[in-house]
């Protein structure tokens, strides 16, 4: 979870082999309270926890060609959750 400004925060979902927030499972940006990233992310976690259970693969968001792009915001809109958020992993 990173503070990037004024009511501007960043969360994701990687791993200890790579932990680095260039190819994440999962990211949100934009959101506007740290607590909102951090409920968010929990949110997010559990459900790729159930999918690890299940034995599905988990998609780094690099992997996944129709969520790669030029910009930052590759991902999936999620309306009003995180105003001007971006998430992949669903």
Known sequence: M???G???WYADIDDADDPQ???PFWYVDNCR???QA???AC???R???GRMVRGDH???VLEVPEYRSDDSRAGVWLGDACPGQYLHGR
Do not use: F, K
């Open 2 to 4: 990173v503070h990037c």
């Open 6 to 8: 004024d009511r501007h």
């Open 21 to 23: 927030p260039d190819d």
């Open 33 to 35: 309270s740290q607590t």
């Open 38 to 40: 951090l409920q968010t």
């Open 43 to 45: 949110a997010e976690l």
């Open 47 to 49: 459900l790729l926890s």
């Open 58 to 60: 988990l998609d780094r």
